[in-house]
């Protein structure tokens, strides 16, 4: 099969023909049709996570696909050759910038019958992210008020229509040329970042999903209530996110010191501070199909590329202006142009 090899860390992830991965016992083989791609395997690439994670290169990069069962292990039974299905695997099998991919039936769910296989592939990590972060660690309640920051990416796209699903005020933060498009998306308080600092217009909050870091976090504790929280998903990483994580004692001791600061100002201003790392879920991934078929979740896809194009996919991640998701696909008549803003 073709897929994209990170050879070394820093390097460009290269095309090369490799063995089709072998079927475990609960493992599903799917043949991919669209993947997206993610900030994540940015990082991968570059490096930052080699400490974390024990990732043993060579590697086939790719953290979420849309694809079609074609083979089942002896003990999968939730699946069969022919279903369409999507999924985030888990750290021992990245490698969704491939043909095919063997996942563990857990980590699997058919995509949404509303949404086509592009459509599909561009849930998992931002959806993923966003449930976890909202509904199973912020326990985002009706009447409750969310700040989300970056509402026009990935994550923020998603995250505002849950939110507001849930029945939540909804703030978030974006540059001035997509105000209207994260209103249509039910922001309820949209905030120009640029020109504007939501620490000045914000107080009370009950909660913030926080897609920054830096700055953007520390002053976002500022603005939560005593006794709300604020859901990390770039950084700082906490002791809780490397015990999850599995990571040897002197790493452990080095994520304690990086978010030290963070955890101890919002500890002064009564708010807990967490870490969101994703984890695949197969489960979390039916009910988000459920919500999308609902109406609730629309996927927010901003271009397609070829497959050949993986490399040049990753890289238009850091392009200005991206709205959603950006995807390649095994299917020529999938391409789109730049920036097609197709919602
Ligand atoms: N921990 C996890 O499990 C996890 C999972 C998924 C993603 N992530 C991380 O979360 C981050 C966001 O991911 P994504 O896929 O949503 O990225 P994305 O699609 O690139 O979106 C990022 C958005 O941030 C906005 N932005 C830039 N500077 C900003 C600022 N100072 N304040 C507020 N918004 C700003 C941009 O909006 P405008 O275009 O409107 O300027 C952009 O749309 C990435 O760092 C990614 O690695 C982590």
Redesign the pocket.
Known sequence: MKAFVLQKYGASISQVSMPEPVLGDHEVLVRMHAAGV???DE?LRSGEFKQIFSFKLPMVVGSEFSGEVVAVGPQVSAFKPGTRVYAYPDQAHMGAFAEFIAIHQDFLAPIPESTDMVEAAALP??AL?AWQGLVEQGKLQAGQSVLI????????TVAIQLAKHLGATVAT???S??TEFVRELGADIVID?RTEDFAEKLSNIDLVLD???GD?LKRSLGVVRPGGAVIG??GPPDPAFAAQAGVNPLVKLAIRGLSGATRRRARKLGVNYR????RPNGEHLRKIAGLVDGGVIRPVVDRVLPFEETPQALKS?LA??????ILVSVDPSDVTADGNHDV
């Not at 870490?275 to 994703?278: G, H, Y």
């Not at 200005?320 to 998701?325: F, I």
């Open positions: 993610n900030h994540g990082r990590v931002v992210t920051h970056g509402g026009s990416g990935g994550v923020g933060t974006v540059s040329t997509h970042y897609t920054q870091g953007t998903i770039t870490f969101l790392f994703i991640l200005d202006g991206v709205r959603g998701k």
